[in-house]
């Protein structure tokens, strides 16, 4: 039986990766960025996303009004908690908020004067959520306290916010092959004759039976796990709720979150009649299609691209080689949807505009999300859609590794 590690060792491998994120790489990203100082608020049951990331596992929530302030000046590199004193941030912060008693907001702006930064970023954008976490009444608030020759230095904090939230360390490009295991195992299981009995099985019941399956592992899901159905005759490219049938070509997408990582990732299942021992070679050439513009799309990540660039260039080879196909890859880490260099939506494949032109750094992840459609003349010339996600890295080798085999494989049911 599957198990997990105790939830007091991934407190420990998590808060411990935060630690040297915070002290190591935090630095580096905020050279990189051009911004001195850094400063997130939030307040309790309206935690900025970014600060979800940055505080140790058993922190939870904002308390009150929860502040963390980054320096990286003439002085060094200094990470402080500017809200109420913590034992547990103590771990990761020195305390810049000492008497209580005082006005926070005025004790912050009078630590801020001292440092004299060149900027004064915050977490506002109008491109991503996850780094639009700064609320209106605390971006007026700390307006309001700061002097008005540091107003002047407010500005966002969106490249800065997506590095950090993007950039993977060795240690978490290690683990993250851990996660997606156990991810793949769990869905491997869910496409067998453990969990299907044709005839009687509906894909609902292969979605539920996932969704406990990652429950009794004491994970949770970042979304829905979703199973479909296409079949010979059947209008549409994938059908949910039905009884799975033999000759069925079943598709799944699921993701869990494990160590603080998300994991992404859909494959296909054939369902064999009862005089068939394995999947039939005209699936198998739709997907090696699938594989084909996988292969393009992972040759087309360029350190420097914008997600833009790469998905016209992919798109671009895709019909030059005569293959159907869509493109709407996304950064995953610590959110499944996250912030970073997106390739294409599923509903703009002519380009994303401001919100694709993120460039590609080495050492980040992503759900290399895509499919072609290919035309199956045993299914009486019925388009077929072949779908495929596989939660990948992008390494300072400059490729696109694959963290689990098996991609080119359809389950055999």
């Known amino acids: 039986m599957r198990e997990t590690v105790s939830l007091k060792k991934q407190y420990e491998i998590i808060d411990n990766s935060l630690r040297y994120r915070t002290h190591h790489l935090l630095p580096k990203l905020m050279e990189e960025c051009g911004i001195d100082l850094w400063v997130i608020l939030c307040r309790e049951y309206n935690e900025d996303p970014v600060f979800r990331t940055m505080i140790p596992s058993l922190c939870l929530t904002a308390r009150r009004l929860s502040c963390l302030v980054f320096v990286n000046g003439k002085d060094g590199f200094g990470a402080y908690n500017f809200g109420r004193p913590d034992e547990r941030l103590a771990k990761i912060y020195t305390q810049g908020y000492t008497d209580t ?42 307006y309001g306290a700061l002097e008005e020759a540091d107003r002047e ?20 490009l290690s683990r993250y092959r851990t996660v997606y295991a156990l991810a793949m195992n769990i869905c491997e299981e869910a496409f067998s004759r453990k969990v299907i009995t044709p005839g009687v099985t509906t894909t609902t019941e292969v979605e539920e039976w996932i969704a406990q399956e990652i429950n009794r592992l004491g994970l949770t899901f970042w979304f829905s796990p979703h ?33 603080g990582l998300c994991s992404d990732s859909q494959r296909l299942g054939y369902v064999l009649r009862e005089n068939e021992t394995e ?55 610590f959110y499944g949807h996250s912030a970073g260099t997106v390739v294409g939506l599923w509903d703009k494949q002519e380009g994303t505009g401001a919100y694709g032109d993120f460039p590609l750094h080495y050492n ?11 035309t199956v003349a045993e299914w009486n010339n019925q388009l077929v859609r072949f779908c495929a996600e596989e939660t990948v890295a992008f390494t300072e080798d400059g490729k696109l590794c694959y963290l689990y085999p098996g991609r080119e494989k359809i389950f055999a049911i």
């Open 153 to 172: 230095k407010l500005c966002s904090a969106y490249p800065l916010a997506t590095r950090w939230i993007e950039a993977r360390t060795e240690e978490e």
């Open 227 to 259: 199973v479909d159905i296409q079949r010979k005759g059947m209008p549409g490219v994938g059908s949910c709720g039905d009884i799975i049938q033999h000759g069925d070509l079943l598709h799944y997408d699921v993701g869990i979150t494990y160590f």
């Open 101 to 142: 008693s005082k006005d926070q907001l005025k004790e912050l702006a009078a630590f801020i004067r001292e440092q004299n930064p060149e900027k004064i970023a915050v977490n506002t954008s109008k491109l991503s959520g996850i780094c639009d976490g700064l609320s209106k009444e605390l971006y007026d608030q700390l």
């Open 364 to 374: 980040t992840c992503y759900a290399l999300e895509l499919n072609t459609e290919s």
């Open 279 to 333: 999947v039939p070679d005209y699936l198998k050439k739709g997907l090696e299609v699938t594989n084909r513009f996988q292969d393009i799309v992972a040759q087309e990540h360029i350190a420097g691209r914008t997600g833009n660039e790469i998905l016209k260039s992919s798109l671009e080879r895709a019909k030059q080689e005569g293959i159907r196909a869509m493109l709407y890859c996304h950064p995953i880490g």
